[in-house]
């Protein structure tokens, strides 16, 4: 067995593989560039070299760099996680060349499962069913819409180098996949070192079902089970379980059977995993294999109680697996929330900053936390804008779901943009309840975007008779005087006079003649308030605010003011401020890079117009005309870094 493991990586991953290696007596040590310093891996791990400067192609993709680093610190094997360098056959090689071992699969499985065309070929050849579609590199729009025409619109636009979400574009028509093809192929480029890209069949109302196998040096293979990864905004998985709730057992089996088949036709050894969409009468087609970890592994693990990364390292070793596939039991349910630092009610775009407040949920009754921050760390434009992977397993689909919600309701992330509250929406759907999924599920649902206030009445009510406990409360400590008794509480959707009053340790509160028990143990300046409203338990948290609080639960979250009847009287009688008319310019909604300007000056321009291109966190987004008009002044060239909301162009 290896002394001591190189991670390159950072990030969440590095610190989860840093947890397997410390329970196997095994050394680490972690790399990192200039921005990751203070990096929560690098504080986990036994030892930590420096490897460049914050931008990805300056450190964590120099290979050299990380060879460098192995021959420096002892290292006999480096595990790659994932993205980075964890699919480049050039880097298992180095490695190879230098006496390293390689925590991965062999360097002739990688190059035939890294290339998505050859990919598509080989798997054809191991009688695994795949997707209509060009299988071939596609040179330019005109051949592009041609083949798009034969295999009949719509098709996907993949990268054949690409992963994770990246280089992909979904075309209905001629102009979409012109300029699709044109950002996939720069995404790609970016993220890959690879431009090309391929066509293929998009298949409607799909799910997005992936097999995980594990293969050791001795010819022998196995499929620990499914993972339902159909939960997607823009190709980029949100939430994932296991086991799938749509399959049965025989398209379960017959998934894993041609997922090992594939494996054995390329002498696959470690963790894989292998893609497939699967249409609404359960047949399947082979998207991809990737010769890496993946990032749901958790939820694997969880029914099966292996540990996936100590079994790469096994396998990396020498060792045989100890299991055969009869031997494999699923014990209950296991899904995953990607937490990510955005903004779902901007377009789901990156947010960047300090975490001022960190305060997840414990890991406990089966709940598993995967991160790589900690509270006063920096979230970075440099990296993914995972945050943490928050995972629950429950004895049936409904536990787990139940499970996992209630632990979102208690993670406060405070300074920078999230999606807890949208991933507690998702949860609560009662599509996604029902299992009723498909990787259009997001697009589907919030059409117009994720609204952060929406909340059935009851549940309204309870918030509302809670916010003015917890005023009340406040009220008191500040003036060391019995509580404030009436209030005005108003939330998007709903307004009530409130009487507070004392009862038996709770809090009685009237809400327009209707009363509810308040049971609370919260103080004031705790960010999370634990409850019983009537009797039904809550975890809100909540911000303090002058007249109210910032309150989020169950996949609301809103200002919810909480004023004395004489405020509000007089607030009534304020009149409204209008806003600034900030029309006329086209700020940046996130910060990122311009990678182009699409327009110039005295261009007259049609709503949906393509304007410029901005990459953020390795992806990149199409800003668009939001109406007809004139350029007047463009305040941003190509190359500019940009904050949220500084001026792109001006209209007349």
Not at 50 to 68: D, H, K, N, T
Not at 155 to 162: E, N, Q
Not at 481 to 486: D, I
């Amino acid at each position: 067995m290896f002394k001591t493991i190189l991670i390159a990586n950072r990030g969440e991953i590095a610190c989860r593989i840093v947890k397997t290696c410390r329970r196997m007596g095994i050394r680490t040590v972690a790399v990192h560039s200039e921005a990751d310093a203070g990096g929560l891996h690098v504080r986990m791990a036994d030892v930590a070299v420096p490897i460049g400067a914050p931008p990805a192609a300056e450190s964590y993709l120099r290979i050299e760099r990380i060879v460098e680093a192995c021959k420096a610190t002892g290292a006999e094997a480096v595990h790659p996680g994932f993205g980075f360098l964890s699919e480049r056959a050039a880097f298992a090689d180095a490695l190879k060349q230098a006496g390293i071992a390689f925590i991965g699969p062999d360097v002739p499985a990688i190059k035939a499962m890294g290339d998505k065309i050859e990919s598509k070929k080989l798997a054809s050849k191991a009688k695994v069913s795949t997707v209509p579609g060009f299988l071939g590199e596609v040179s330019d729009a005109q051949a592009a819409a041609k083949i798009a025409r034969e295999i009949g619109y719509p098709v996907m636009i993949k990268a054949s180098a690409g992963g994770g979400g990246k280089g992909m574009r979904i075309a209905y028509g001629d102009s979409e996949l012109a300029q699709g093809l044109q950002s996939a192929a720069n995404e790609a480029k970016a993220a890959f070192g690879d431009a090309r890209v391929f066509i293929e069949k998009f298949i409607e109302q799909p799910r997005h079902i992936e097999i995980q196998v594990l293969g050791d040096k001795h010819g022998n293979t196995l499929y620990l089970w499914e993972r339902e990864c159909s939960i997607q905004r823009r190709h980029q998985k949100v939430i994932e379980e296991a086991p799938s709730p749509f399959l049965d057992e025989a398209t379960r089996q017959a998934m894993g059977e041609q997922a090992v088949a594939l494996a054995k036709a390329v002498g696959y050894h470690s963790a894989g995993t292998v893609e497939f969409i699967v249409g609404p009468d359960r047949k399947f087609y082979f998207l991809e294999m990737n010769t890496r970890l993946q990032v749901e592994h958790p939820v694997t693990e969880m029914i099966t109680g292996l540990d996936i990364v100590e079994w790469m390292i096994r396998i990396a070793a020498g060792e045989k697996l100890s299991l055969r596939q009869q031997d494999l039991k699923r014990e209950g349910w296991a899904m995953e929330a990607r937490v990510y630092a955005e903004d779902p009610r901007r377009g789901f775009l990156p947010s960047i900053g300090r975490l001022t407040r960190f305060r997840p949920p414990k890991e406990e009754h089966g709940i598993r936390l995967d991160t790589g921050v900690f509270e006063g760390a920096e979230i970075s434009m440099y990296y993914d804008p995972m945050i943490a992977k928050l995972v629950a397993h429950g004895a049936n689909r409904a536990d787990a779901i139940a499970r996992l919600g209630e632990a979102l309701d208690e993670f406060v992330v405070r300074g920078i943009s999230h999606n807890v509250s949208f991933l507690r929406a998702v949860l609560a759907h009662p599509r996604f309840a029902s299992g009723a999924i498909s990787t259009g599920f997001i697009a589907e649902e919030y059409p117009d975007g994720y609204k952060a206030d929406v909340l059935e009445d009851g549940a309204k009510r309870r918030l509302g008779a809670l916010a003015a406990a917890l005023m009340a409360m406040r009220r008191g400590r500040e003036r060391g005087t019995a509580p404030t008794r009436e209030f005005a509480v108003d939330l998007p959707g709903a307004s009530w006079s409130a009487k507070v009053a004392k009862r038996d340790g709770a809090l009685a509160v009237t809400l327009d003649g209707r009363a509810s028990l308040v049971e609370t143990a919260w103080r004031p300046g705790q960010p999370l308030a634990v409850a019983k409203v009537d009797g039904r338990e809550m975890a809100v948290q909540v911000e303090p605010l002058s007249e109210g609080f910032r309150m989020a639960h169950g996949g609301f979250e809103a200002t919810v003011s909480v004023r004395s009847r004489r405020a509000a009287e007089l607030a009534a009688r304020m009149p409204e401020k209008k806003a600034a008319d900030g029309s006329r310019m086209l700020l940046s909604p996130m910060p990122g890079l311009v990678v182009s300007i699409d327009v110039k000056p005295g261009e007259s321009v049609s709503a949906g117009q393509k304007l410029c291109v901005l990459d953020a966190m390795k992806m990149e987004n199409v800003l668009q005309s939001p109406r007809d008009g004139k350029i007047a002044k463009i305040h941003a060239k190509k190359g500019d870094s940009l904050a949220v909301d500084q001026p792109i162009l001006e209209f007349e």
